[in-house]
């Protein structure tokens, strides 16, 4: 497929999908979610893809929504931003949280609105010193969306959540490392290798076990002590009959690399 508003692209079992509208520093415009629909698709069907990295080109990862987009429109009452939500961001959140394969995003420039949201629904966040993220809904008398109110509170405490939401100060990714809202940020020049090496190591990995990780974690809020063993078990009896699980086994007696496939 040829796209106009992304760019993607897969090698060596590594995805790389760049927002690439970077003159509105890859502000969101519904054509730009149905591409994206249609790439993460792409990932969720392709079992050669082992790992997903989510970047932004030029200067900026993702500014949020485009407010100048058709969706945004002014009619009598003003735009029906839920039905944008629904449309657009709920689905997009939903299938990088479902997806098959885990998640990185590489925040080279500001993260904004919906594109600080869109970072923090991938599993690992890998940020430039120079980076910053920005709850800027408040300025525009919005909510936090893209799953902003359910992300930041879980990572950095309800506080700091509720003071990035209510007073859209820019967070600097070094204190958004310190804080906990991000796994690592990185030296400009360093960013690009980081997440190469980074992505390299995860699509070596055993996929199907960093994926229930990702859901065994997320499940854990919403449930009872007893309730988060019986998953951990049913996930471990899966995982124990898997190709990678006997790999794995079969490497360590061994001594030796495992080569794991994935399934």
Request: proline share 5%; with cysteine; hydrophobic share 45%.
């Amino acid at each position: 497929m040829t796209y106009q508003n992304i760019r993607f692209e897969v090698q060596n079992g590594i995805a790389r999908l760049t927002l690439n509208r970077p003159d509105k520093l890859n502000s969101f415009t519904g054509a730009m979610h149905a591409e994206l629909r249609t790439a993460l698709a792409t990932v969720q069907e392709d079992k050669t893809i082992r790992v997903l990295v989510i970047t932004g080109a030029g200067r900026g990862f993702c500014a949020g929504q485009d407010l100048a987009d058709p969706d945004m429109a002014m009619g009598e009452r003003g735009p029906d931003i839920g039905n944008v939500v629904e449309q657009n961001y709920k689905p997009l959140v939903l299938a990088l949280q479902n997806l098959r394969v885990p998640t990185v995003a590489m925040v080279n420039g500001i993260a904004a609105g919906a594109g600080a949201s869109l970072a923090l629904a991938c599993d690992l966040v890998i940020a430039a010193k120079s980076a910053s993220f920005l709850q800027a809904f408040s300025k525009i008398g919005l909510i936090p969306d893209t799953g902003g109110t359910w992300f930041l509170p879980q990572r950095v405490g309800m506080a700091r959540a509720l003071g990035l939401a209510m007073l859209a100060d820019k967070l600097p990714a070094e204190k958004a490392q310190d804080w906990g809202l991000i796994w690592q940020a990185v030296d400009d020049a360093e960013l690009i290798p980081t997440v190469d090496k980074l992505a390299a190591q995860l699509a070596a990995m055993p996929t199907k076990a960093l994926v229930r990780t990702r859901a065994a974690m997320h499940a854990a809020p919403n449930h009872t002590l007893e309730q988060q063993l019986s998953m951990e078990g049913g996930f471990m009896r899966e995982l124990g009959w898997s190709p990678d699980y006997a790999e794995g086994v079969a490497a360590f007696m061994e001594k030796r690399a495992p080569k794991f496939t994935g399934n």
